[in-house]
């Protein structure tokens, strides 16, 4: 049981836990909601009571952690956007005294979604690819030779805020046309909406009972409703698949890459989206040596960030350069 690494995933939606044999598969995990606007205690109470249910073993390997940014990288003091309870918490320190003796690596959960597609997703045999998740937000980690790149603060390969749209909307960083203002899922629904979009218009079309619900404004109604044929849906994955196109022929020129993952909630839009995204990414990618880029879905699903972060201590010659 010694092999085992314990893998944390800190979101604003969940938090989640497991125990991760050297292989990468998951032995067993667990998973609960994150407490809506909980303090900085009551967000460690649920996070230690989580991995209190897992039934831990006497001792593990190490301890793999990826959350939400911003965070002080490698330190590991997290300041969540999306979980004000936890500004500057130490929550590496915190973890390596309940579990000493052991190391506990710490990342940006975009960071770990790409780290496990490279390790054992879509992305494993490739030297030389960029791991991207368009959710809530739009972020990602890089692989270059084989290792990931940190960067000087750890946030290499945040692909979100390359500029799309010079004069697009306005950004959360305070720029303006950054894919991830044009691309991430919450600020795509508003966008159909401003156009006219009524959720799940599409399936009520010819049915007899015109009140029935509709739904909510999401992004994954949104894919739906573009694959129903929506004019408007399909016209919002149009805009993000161009934009995100553009970033990727972007990462493509600057890093030589071969591939490129996207993972996270709009990357199951299928076709409205990855069709408008390869012919954006095939007129910006001319050089011959960009041109061979590929984008496709991640493959690994809602246990990606685990399986990352278990990652940073399992393969750490690979994925940890921090020391």
Not at 27 to 43: C, H, I, K, Y
Not at 100 to 108: R, T
Not at 257 to 262: G, P
Request: hydrophobic content about 45%; overall charge negative.
């Amino acid at each position: 049981m010694g092999d085992l690494v314990l893998a944390v995933d800190i979101g604003g939606t969940k938090f989640a836990a497991a125990l991760v044999e050297p292989d990468g598969r998951l032995l067993r995990s667990e998973r609960v909601a994150t407490p809506p606007g909980g303090d900085a205690e009551t967000l460690w109470t649920t996070l230690t009571g989580l991995i209190d249910r897992l039934g831990m073993p006497h001792r593990v390997a190490g301890v793999g952690i990826g959350c939400g940014g911003p965070m002080s990288w490698p330190d590991g003091e997290v300041s969540p956007l999306n979980m004000r309870g936890w500004q500057g918490f130490p929550l590496r320190e915190r973890l390596a005294a309940r579990f000493p003796g052991v190391p506990v690596h710490i990342h940006n959960d975009a960071i770990c979604l790409a780290v496990a597609e490279h390790w054992r997703g879509a992305g494993r045999g490739s030297a030389d690819m960029l791991g991207m998740v368009v959710s809530t937000g739009v972020g990602g980690g890089l692989i270059l030779g084989g290792r990931l790149v940190d960067g000087g603060t750890g946030n290499a390969g945040h692909i979100g805020h390359v500029v799309v749209e010079p004069d697009g909307p306005r950004c959360r960083c305070g720029g303006r046309g950054c894919l991830e203002a044009v691309a991430r899922g919450p600020g795509l629904a508003a966008w159909a909406v401003s156009q006219g979009w009524s959720p799940g218009a599409a399936d009520l079309r010819d049915k007899e009972d015109l009140y029935q619900e509709a739904g909510p404004a999401t992004a994954r109604r949104l894919a739906a409703d573009a694959a129903a044929g929506d004019p408007v849906a399909l016209a919002a994955m149009a805009r993000a698949g161009r934009a995100l196109g553009i970033a990727i022929a972007a990462a493509a020129n600057l890093c030589d890459l071969d591939l490129v993952t996207i993972g996270g909630g709009l990357s199951q839009a299928g076709p409205p989206l990855f069709g408008p995204l390869e012919e954006a990414l095939r007129d910006h990618t001319r050089m011959e040596f960009a041109g061979r880029v590929r984008a496709v879905p991640a493959s690994l699903g809602q246990d990606a960030g685990l399986v990352g972060a278990a990652a940073l201590v399992l393969a750490a010659e690979t994925y940890w350069s921090a020391g």
